[in-house]
């Protein structure tokens, strides 16, 4: 079927990477001809290369920068203590740089290296892009009737056998994350990429693992009116640390991490990555390193769940990366009312909102619940330092207990507590079809997902009296509100990406249109239709997107001003907050408590 003359692709099919060879580059090597083989002044930058977070930085040549360098073709082992870039070798003779991490999920390391040689390292023919080795932070009982989760269970898919690798700050060992037959934990593999202690001492890995994976155990006690179970209570967790005790992390960390994932995707049959973090956007996704690298995990067949940010209450274009790839599932946060019925749930005002920064991808691509999650606890930790009053007694879950006993669970807000969700959702998924592809995975979700929703609704931020309006337009919920019951009914498969679309705004019409890449899902299977998957509700007419009085109005959907500060996307006291531990101020809503 020829493709419809309206639709448009916005992207591009990539070269095939040639990969490295693994072990070949050596931590703490001079980089030598990497960093060096140009003097400074005799180069002239290649500004196209170099990321605008870097570039202010050039000024000084004397500064000293972590970079990522990617480059278009592998980097070799050679004779004489030398690295080959492309097919040339050259001595390590040039002083000024360190390797620090060698990447080859992605073609690209991360190095120490001072600000003159970038400019020089910006003219290597080989160099595709250069940008700073950026920091990042950390971003159930109704939550799993939400989603109709217990349809699941009555099935019997528990997720047993999927293993999924929570990138976060760590899983403290808690009792609901023990094999409920054997004992053993369902904590297979371990691994900190920022040194220190492996257990959670920030506590936002924990609540995520609880959210995908805890058995409830804990809060199973007679009398109990919230079993506090995950939603694939049997999956197998890998833990891989990339957070510190502050929820802070790099973008290097983050890679690699993704790197090790899919290097034990085999042995732990991981076919689930779930990232709870991000950061502002400062490039395309397609130059942006931490969307490479999610994209490369993607098309190894592993599934990537990413939290779109919680930044919505800043006006639209708020996803963080990496949720703006258009390859992984981001999800948005809703609230539950705390009621267990799904009809009465709206979205959190805190949820960030599409099209993407600079790229204007459509996103986030679902919803799910994420204010006020009780999920695990990790006792000591930051999160449970800055809010006691968060966390959760006995009493919340057994009459019988009266309050005594040692607390166990916690209640956290944020797009970081939804992105679980829906990565235990897929384990469900996976579990009942192993042969589901992450594109298949995708589409699914978004088709099934429920798309009855008000116009709009107000929430008020109960510390500063403030309220705030959101509409429910596909910037906002995107394909809908994530159904369990209705993805494990779905057999509808696709052999097509399911990239999500771009946005187009046409200033005459004041309208929108959704701008579909054209080898996609949602171009060549009617049953795949944008107004089959977004629906009419989430998209009017099918097609339109929203007019230019609100999602498309300038000042709250391109000023990035609004969106990131007045200092452009690198302001942190916007995209991270300043009161409590790094970024909790946003990253839980107000101040940990969510909203009403």
């Not at 599932?329 to 709206?346: C, H, Q, S």
């Not at 790094?582 to 909203?595: F, L, M, V, Y």
């Amino acid at each position: 079927m020829p493709a419809p003359s309206h639709l448009i692709s916005s992207f591009v099919s990539r070269s095939k990477r040639i990969p490295w060879c693994a072990g070949c580059i050596k931590h703490t090597v001079l980089l030598g001809v990497l960093f060096g083989l140009i003097l400074a002044n005799e180069a002239f930058a290649n500004n196209s290369k170099i990321s605008p977070d870097l570039q202010p930085l050039l000024a000084n040549p004397s500064n000293t920068v972590n970079v990522i360098v990617q480059y278009n073709s592998s980097l070799q082992n050679c004779s004489g203590g030398g690295l080959a870039i492309g097919v040339r070798c050259s001595p390590l003779s040039s002083p000024g740089g360190v390797i620090n991490a060698v990447f080859t999920l992605i073609n690209a390391v991360a190095g120490t290296v001072t600000a003159g040689n970038v400019i020089a390292l910006s003219d290597q023919p080989n160099v595709s892009y250069i940008s700073l080795d950026r920091s990042l932070s950390a971003t159930l009982d109704f939550s799993a009737n939400g989603v109709n989760a217990p349809a699941a269970w009555n099935s019997g898919w528990d997720g047993a056998g999927i293993g999924v690798a929570v990138i976060d700050s760590g899983i403290y060992l808690h009792p609901d994350l023990l094999s409920v037959k054997t004992g053993q934990s369902r904590v297979v593999y371990r691994q900190s990429f920022i040194g220190g202690v492996q257990n959670d001492d920030f506590g936002h890995g924990t609540h995520v693992a609880g959210i995908v994976a805890g058995s409830g155990a804990t809060s199973d006690v007679p009398g109990s009116s919230h079993v506090l179970r995950g939603i694939a209570p049997r999956a197998k967790l890998l833990d891989l640390r990339v957070l510190d005790a502050n929820g802070s992390s790099n973008d290097s960390v983050v890679i690699a991490a993704l790197q090790t994932a899919v290097s034990l995707k085999n042995v732990y049959n991981v076919r689930v990555v779930n990232l709870s973090l991000g950061r502002p956007i400062y490039e395309s996704c397609t130059l942006d390193p931490l969307c490479e690298a999610a994209e490369a995990a993607w098309n190894e067949g592993i599934v990537v769940v990413a939290a779109a940010g919680n930044l919505g209450r800043n006006g639209y274009a708020t996803v963080l990366s990496p949720g703006n790839s258009p390859h992984a599932i981001t999800v948005g946060a809703m609230k539950t009312e705390e009621t267990y019925p799904r009809n009465d749930d709206l979205i959190a005002s805190y949820s960030s909102k599409g099209p993407t920064y600079i790229d204007l991808t459509v996103k986030p691509d679902i919803v799910a619940p994420g204010n006020l999650v009780v999920s695990l606890l990790a006792p000591g930790s930051t999160l449970a330092n800055a809010f006691p009053e968060n966390i959760i007694g006995p009493s919340y879950y057994s009459t019988s207990i009266m309050g005594t006993g040692t607390p166990e669970y916690m209640r956290l807000s944020g797009t970081s507590m939804a992105t679980p969700v829906v990565s235990g959702t897929v384990a469900l998924m996976l579990q009942k079809d192993p042969t589901l592809t992450p594109d298949t995975v995708k589409a699914r979700l978004m088709l099934t997902a429920g798309k009855t929703f008000p116009v709009s609704s107000v929430a008020t931020d109960p510390t500063t009296g403030q309220s705030y309006t959101s509409y429910y337009d596909v910037f906002t919920i995107g394909a809908g509100y994530v159904d369990i019951a209705a993805v494990l009914a779905n057999y509808g498969e696709t052999f097509f990406s399911s990239l999500s679309p771009r946005a187009s705004y046409n200033p005459s019409t004041e309208q929108g249109h959704l701008v579909l890449p054209l080898g996609s899902t949602w171009v060549w299977s009617p049953q795949w239709s944008p107004a089959e998957v977004w629906g009419n509700t989430v998209l009017p007419n099918g097609s339109t997107i929203w007019n230019s009085s609100n999602a498309w109005n300038s000042s709250s959907t391109w000023g990035t001003s609004i969106a990131w500060g007045t200092s452009g996307p690198s302001e942190t006291s916007i995209a991270w907050g300043t009161s409590g531990p790094s970024g909790t101020s946003i990253a839980w809503g107000t101040s940990g408590q969510g909203e009403p």
